[in-house]
Every structure is written in structure tokens, then in C-alpha cells.
């Protein structure tokens, strides 16, 4: 049974069940990978700090994803007994298994950290957060490590488990879980979208979990306004996310693909590496839920791209970005939708990036599209990158097609994510900022 749309979601609807414990010293450890976005969206609704608990798995060495045990920072170790008795893993085994798993822990602290001091866990209270257990022997470790780091209080909060773990896990002082389901399958069946989640998507998280402990403004305070935004398009409301820095010169404007939302971790990491070079972005869902649930709305490019130029027009009206450049960045038939547009006269787009896009869905607009346009594939997502290769013969303006080696269509393939997004992040930088900020810009391709 579904019950959260994505770990977004999830988070904000675990939060609800611990909003008891806003203003005390707390702090919130997310569970890499996947369990970092839902605690992200529990600290911010406690307002407290947010760090990683770094565990790893122990997988019965010829049935990797049968966990025997996991292992913590600190030493620290459980073991599932009746696992180990049932396989016949002797200690040699389970002793090399160990270190293979250790030698892996120990690289991922330092990649999530990367020079940022781990979170003080002396005397306070911590919550542990995973996007959902199973069998629980992940979350028992990590509740260990968080009282050998000097936690004093302890909770375990996930979205959902199976009610009999959930019952048993002593290693916690309490356990909130917002659905317990008496037959469960597996975690990922009771999400909409549950896509991996990336080391560089935790590493954002956690870098904007920190800018947010420094002092978050609501537009129109001042510098770094990074608030949710209502923008009326006929007899709609379309839902975004606004992120500008101080100043603004130039606004990117996400149009995500089917299936996708504001909330896409892709995007969302697209939107992180954009704002550090200068820019800022509107993450934008054109489509309302209701809209979302008619198939055909999705594939249909022409309503799609004119809500792109809604958007735009109100950007324009917004007293924040009223004079500010603005570029579209497609994903999927995202891509197509934002070349669609691109191409209407009088909308003064100043470049385009395509990520894994369906540019070849613009059909013959692509011929009037005059934005500078960049074409992102990856070289193994085949199908695609033959769309690209054909629809950029059709582009009369200046583009590029860059290929990202190894790169599947989702691009979940370690480090091509953030390859593809600095490449966005010089073009746009290009296009859209000040002549004296592209030096600073380049620099950091």
C-alpha cells in the first residue's frame, strides 16, 4: 500500500508525529543514503541541526542483501544470531566481510563530511531517521553508535516498518513510526517514487541543513530567500520553490519530467550547484496533482510549456526577480516542454539546458529556438543520446551536446550527477550572469 509520494513527503508526514520535541537540544542524524532526505525535512520542521549516522550492512557473503549485522562508527557492531546460525558464516567470513564493509564506512564519513566537524551528540537528544526499516538490524547499530558518540536520549523515527520490528527494537528509547503494516514486503512498496537517492544528493542536503542553521529569510527580508511559492496560471495554482541569491541577476527555471516533481532529488541537487555559482532557481511542478493523475497532461508539451511561460511572466512580475535573466532547465519531457517554450517569440530566454532530455519532443520548434542551448545525455543511455544527436540538427542557435561517460538515463551512476550539473552550472553561468562573475564561475568546472 502506498502511503507517501516520495521521501519528501515522507519526511514532512514523520515530522507531524514529532513536533512534540521542538526547542529541545536536539539533534537529527539521517541514515545514508536514502534516509538522509526524510530527516532533512524532520530537522527543518524541528528547526535543528543535521548530521549523518554513518552505518554499513554486513551481508551473508554468498547472499550480499541478507544482512547479518551492521557496523557504526566507533567499533561499534550487531549481529543478527539467528542469521549467522541459519547460514553457517563462520568468523573468518564474517571477519573479512567486516573489514571490506569498515574500509567502506570509513571512506563515506569523510566523502558526507568533507571537512565539516561532526555534530557534538553529548547529553542531547537525538533522532536517528531512515526512510524505513525492515529488519531493523541497521537501525539497532545506529542507535548503539549514537549512545557511544553521548547521546543521552535516543529515538529511532521512520516512516515505516513492519509492526513486529517496530515492537522490538529495545536499542531505542522510543520509536515513532508513522505506518506499521502487519504484512510488510519491503520498504520501497509503500513509496510512489522511491529512485536512489545519491552520495552527492546527501552531501547538498547536508551543506543546505547547515545553511539553514546560519539564518533562513523569507522573501522580501533580505539576502538568501528560499521559500515555497503559489503562482496562478488561469484557473490553477501551480506549486514551486523559489531560491535566490543576493544579489540575483539570473533565475534558472526547472521543468522536471514525468513522473518527477519539485521535490525530484536530481533536481533538487541540479538546483544546489546552480545556487552556489551565483544563480537562482525556481523549482516548479506544472502540473497540479489532479492534473497529474490524466496521463495525457503529462505527454502533452504544449500545456506544459505554457505554464514555463506563465512562470516566467510572473517572475517578471515578482518585485525579487523583476529584470533578472532568466534560463529553463529540462529533464525528460521536461526538456521538450522548455525548448517548446524557448521557442514562443517575445520570451527573452537566455539559454536552455537539457538533462537527459526529449528535446526531439519540441518537433519542428526546435528551428526557431534562438537561447543557447546544451544537450546533456549520458554515453549509456543509447536511445536518447540517438534523440539529442538528431534533434540538435534541427537547433539554429548556438549548442553543444555533451556526453557524460557512464551515465545511465537517470544518471545514478557515482559522480555523473554532479558531472552533468557543473556542466549546467558553467553554461547557465555563461548566459545568465554578469561578464565579471564568469571567471569565478569557471573556476569551479
Known sequence: MIVFSNRVDAGRQLAQQ?????????????????????????????????????????????????????????????????????????AGDLEAVERRERAQLDARVARFRRGRERIDLSGR???????????????????NVARHLGAANVILAVPVGPADTIRDLPEADEVVCVSMP?????????????????????????DSAARRQWGRRAIGDGPDCDVDVEIPVGEVT???????????????????????SRYSPRNRFAASVLYRA????????????????????????????????AATEWLGRCPETAGCLVGYFGASTGAGA??????????????????????????????????PTLLIVGSADEVVLDLNRKARTQLRCPSELAVVDGATHLFEEPGTLAEAALQASGWFSRYLLPTDATPATEARR
Open 18 to 90: 514529532l513536533t512534540h520535541l521542538r526547542g529541545k537540544d536536539l539533534v537529527v542524524l539521517g541514515l545514508p543514503r536514502g534516509g538522509v532526505p526524510v530527516a532533512f525535512e524532520v530537522a527543518e520542521a524541528l528547526d535543528a541541526p543535521l548530521d549523518v549516522i554513518v552505518v554499513r550492512k554486513l551481508g551473508v557473503p554468498f547472499q550480499a542483501e541478507l544482512a547479518m549485522g551492521a557496523i557504526g562508527e566507533g567499533g561499534a557492531r550487531v549481529l543478527d544470531t539467528e542469521v549467522l546460525a541459519h547460514t553457517g558464516v563462520t
Open 182 to 206: 502487519e504484512r510488510f514486503v519491503a520498504v520501497g512498496y509503500h513509496y510512489r517514487d522511491f529512485s536512489p537517492t545519491s552520495d552527492e544528493e546527501v552531501i547538498v542536503l547536508l
Open 238 to 260: 501551480l506549486d514551486g520553490h523559489l531560491h535566490l541569491p543576493e544579489p540575483v541577476s539570473g533565475v534558472v527555471v526547472f521543468a522536471h519530467g514525468s513522473g518527477s
Open 125 to 143: 537528544t537525538v533522532i536517528i531517521v531512515d526512510d524505513g526499516i525492515a529488519t531493523g538490524s541497521t537501525a539497532r547499530v545506529a542507535c
Open 338 to 371: 522548455a525548448l517548446w517554450a524557448a521557442a514562443e517569440a517575445g520570451t527573452g530566454i537566455s539559454a536552455v539546458v537539457s538533462l537527459g532530455g526529449r528535446p526531439d519532443l519540441a518537433g519542428p520548434r526546435l528551428a526557431d529556438v534562438r537561447a
Open 278 to 309: 551565483g544563480l537562482g532557481t525556481l523549482l516548479l511542478d506544472l502540473l497540479t496533482p489532479k492534473e497529474e493523475g490524466n496521463r495525457a497532461n503529462v505527454f502533452n508539451i504544449g500545456l506544459l510549456a505554457s505554464r514555463l511561460t
